[in-house]
């Protein structure tokens, strides 16, 4: 089993001291979803079953997997349903427990980050991220909550862009593919590099450059540059 070592990746993410590490947990507000991250916490809430990789592996004792399968996604359909709510406490306690079935669950780790970056824990988020990336490196969602965490609030957009375009190397699904453009728009942005962000949406797949506009964030977009 691959567990994160805690130094394997901060290459890429920077180590605690150099992002700014928060201090004691009332001293910074729980950050709101951005219409980007919210639409991907929805999609999770409504398709649950939308998991890593890892939920595909072959199983030993199929009745046994089977039981051991059922009880984890219920924990994880709860604990979704439950931060969709904004009850964070209770989502963090029902990923846990899921946890407690599959120490390396992907998902739940996943889950963990966005509970822990809304309550503004955000090493422990990214620690959380790191994770689930490390146990299933095709997780898409956790690279994508990992890079919008990077952007805002680390502030570290060559991270940020960094992820993205490792996203963008092995998915195929345009959904994902805009996901990950859209954080890159923002990075590119977050730089001053104005030029390089008005290219890339030029890249948008065809069939979610209407659907996006429905959105604040490419609203937002098209009037700075259309």
């Not at 680390?154 to 991270?159: A, C, K, T, V």
Request: charged share 30%; with cysteine; proline share 4%.
């Amino acid at each position: 089993m691959k567990v994160y070592d805690g130094t394997a990746r901060d290459d890429k993410f920077g180590r605690p001291e150099d992002r700014g590490a928060r201090g004691d947990r009332g001293s910074m507000p729980a950050l709101r979803s951005s219409p980007l991250t919210r639409a991907r916490e929805l999609r999770h809430c409504a398709c649950p079953r939308r998991v890593s990789a890892r939920w595909c592996a072959a199983p030993g004792d199929e009745a046994t997997d089977a039981v051991g399968t059922d009880a984890l996604s219920a924990h994880l359909d709860r604990a979704w349903e439950l931060f969709s709510q904004g009850d964070l406490r209770g989502a963090r306690t029902s990923a846990r427990r899921a946890l407690q079935l599959e120490g390396d669950s992907p998902e739940a780790h996943n889950l963990l980050g966005q509970v822990s970056t809304q309550e503004g824990e955000f090493d422990e988020a990214m620690e959380h991220y790191r994770t689930a990336m490390a146990l299933d490196d095709g997780y898409v969602d956790a690279f994508l909550n990992a890079a919008e965490l990077l952007l805002h609030p680390l502030r570290d957009f060559d991270g940020a862009i960094e992820l993205c375009d490792e996203v963008l190397e092995f998915v195929e699904g345009n959904e994902e593919i805009a996901d990950a453009l859209l954080l890159k728009f923002d990075a590119l942005l977050g730089k001053g590099e104005q030029d390089a962000a008005r290219q890339l949406l030029e890249t948008l797949p065809e069939d979610r450059k209407s659907t996006r506009l429905n959105s604040s964030h490419l609203v937002i977009s098209y009037a700075v540059f259309c």
